[in-house]
C-alpha cells in the first residue's frame, strides 16, 4: 500500500491550499480515509476523516473541507482561510473501519510520507 500526499506549500494567513492524497494497493473505497498534521514539537493530531460521512476536528471545522474521488483513488483537504497555527506537516492515512476511532492516528493501518504547510503571519 502506498500514500502519497502531496500540495502543500508556503502561503500567507487567509490564503487557500488544496492537498492530495494518492492511494495504491489497497481497495480504496472500503478505506476510512483521514488526515492528520503534526507542528514542530507537538504530537500528531487529527484534522479529519471521511467514509459515507465526515469528521473534523474543531479547530479547522468551517475552514477545511476532506473529500474522496473513490474513480481516482484520491482523498482531498481543501484549506480555505488558513492560520500561522495551521503550520504542519500534514500526512494522510487509512484504515478500514468507519466510526468514532476515525479521530484515533492509532487505529489507522496505513500512513503516507506528510506534505509541509507553512503558513506566514
Known amino acids: 500500500v502506498q500514500l502519497q500526499a502531496s500540495g502543500g506549500g508556503l502561503v500567507q494567513a487567509g490564503d487557500s491550499l488544496r492537498l492530495s492524497c494518492a492511494a495504491s494497493?489497497?481497495?480504496?473505497?472500503?478505506?476510512?480515509m483521514g488526515w492528520f498534521r503534526q507542528a514542530p514539537g507537538k504530537e500528531r493530531e487529527f484534522v479529519a476523516a471521511?467514509?459515507?460521512?465526515?469528521y473534523y476536528a474543531d479547530s479547522v471545522k468551517g475552514r477545511f473541507t476532506i473529500s474522496r474521488d473513490n474513480a481516482k483513488n484520491t482523498v482531498y483537504l481543501q484549506m480555505n482561510s488558513l492560520k500561522p497555527e495551521d503550520t504542519a506537516v500534514y500526512y494522510c492515512?487509512?484504515?478500514?473501519?468507519?466510526?468514532?476511532?476515525?479521530?484515533?492516528?492509532?487505529?489507522?493501518?496505513?500512513w503516507g510520507q506528510g506534505t509541509q504547510v507553512t503558513v506566514s503571519s
Open positions: 492515512a487509512a484504515r478500514r473501519n468507519w466510526g468514532p476511532n476515525s479521530r484515533n492516528q492509532h487505529d489507522y493501518d496505513y
Open positions: 494497493g489497497l481497495t480504496f473505497s472500503s478505506y476510512v
Open positions: 471521511i467514509m459515507w460521512s465526515t
